[in-house]
């Protein structure tokens, strides 16, 4: 069995790996696709001490660091089960099990899409869905955000501080953000909020060049020119087949205390799957940190 093994293999998984095996402790990862959310991003220019780097550059360096320390990599393999009996026992899809001592859980999270025309085609051409990562290239532009809820308007406040124009697109008659980032958004002199509107499609030729949406209340179609969307309609846990085992937030979040440890002794989760306040590379790979400690620690105690 593994001292410690880890499910997920994006910033979080990694960073865990490395910190485990580096206290000797007998480590695997098992990923359904090995650097996660990194190897859809293209300029990241906020992983500390690196001024520019691109995903699959980051996902090739990680990679290089993880095979330092004889981490066992299963890749391409999906864990669809965990249970505790002795040893924790995580179950893949294709079959086989898994036994560990401890268990750090780092499977990530994903952007809700809107699923229009165009999203997919400009995805990192105008189509962003992080404005920590991506609001800096906007600087002077004419964006959207697609989504009035709390994210939706904070990301608005946000890019509105950075943008030339900011214009909010909300589905429902109103937005459903906290009273005071309503307000504190109707305050800005360079924000435009439509509600009750439907996104139909992004436009653009090689990128965004504008957006297309609908009045549902008169049923018109209207078109803004602008070079940049942001998508704000949710981040997605991949935790459906394991918040029936751990505790987790009504979003789908595990829940997890300072050490990193769930509700269950010996399993511990790390960075977007967790309810964390924030999703960043560097947040993630510190929270890979904690949990890989977190499980040495218990291993000390416990065998
Ligand atoms: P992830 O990167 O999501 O990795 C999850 C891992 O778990 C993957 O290996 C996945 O295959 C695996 N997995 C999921 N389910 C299972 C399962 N059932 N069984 C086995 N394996 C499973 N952050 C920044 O700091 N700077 C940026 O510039 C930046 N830009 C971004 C751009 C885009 C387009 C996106 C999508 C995100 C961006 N982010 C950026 C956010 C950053 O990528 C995430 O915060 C970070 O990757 C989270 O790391 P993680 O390891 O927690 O999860």
Redesign the pocket.
């Known amino acids: 069995p593994f001292d410690v093994l880890i ?7 990694a960073s865990a790996a490395i910190y485990a095996a580096r206290k000797g402790l007998r480590t695997g990862i ?9 190897m ?2 293209l300029g ?4 500390i001490s690196v001024k520019y780097t691109e995903g699959p550059k980051l996902v090739a360096s990680l990679e290089e660091h993880v095979k330092e320390y004889g981490i066992d990599v299963m890749n391409s ?4 089960r965990m249970e505790k009996k002795d040893l924790i026992e995580v179950q893949l899809e294709n079959g086989a099990v898994l036994k560990s001592k401890t268990v750090i859980l ?4 994903r ?1 809700r899409n809107i699923g229009v025309p165009g999203e997919a085609e400009f995805k990192n051409k105008g189509v962003a ?2 404005p920590h ?1 991506d609001g800096p290239l906007f600087e002077g532009k004419h964006v959207a955000v697609i989504g009035g809820g709390n994210s939706g308007v904070e990301a608005a406040i946000d890019l509105a501080g950075i943008a030339k124009h900011v214009t909010v697109l909300e589905f429902m008659p109103e937005l459903k953000a906290d009273a005071v980032l309503q307000e504190r958004l109707y305050s800005l002199p360079n924000v435009t909020v439509l509600k009750n509107v439907q996104t139909k499609e992004i436009t653009g030729t090689d990128k965004v060049d504008g957006i297309s949406y609908m009045d549902r209340g008169t049923g018109e179609e209207h078109h803004i020119e602008l070079q940049g969307v942001f998508v704000q309609i949710g981040l997605v846990p ?1 935790t459906d ?1 394991i918040c029936e085992t751990v505790e987790c937030t009504r979003f789908g979040e595990i829940i997890v205390d300072k050490h990193g440890a769930t509700n269950i002794p010996g399993v511990f989760a ?4 967790t309810d964390s306040a924030y ?4 947040i ?1 790979m510190g929270s890979g940190a904690t949990a890989a400690l977190g499980a040495f620690d218990y291993l000390i105690r416990n065998g």
Do not use: H, L
């Open positions: 499910v997920g293999g994006g910033p979080a998984g098992v990923a359904e696709r090995f650097g996660g959310q990194v859809d991003t990241i220019e906020n992983f393999q999906r864990a669809k780092s499977t990530g999270a952007w869905y992080c990562c991949n087949w790390a960075g977007d799957c999703k960043q590379i560097i993630s």
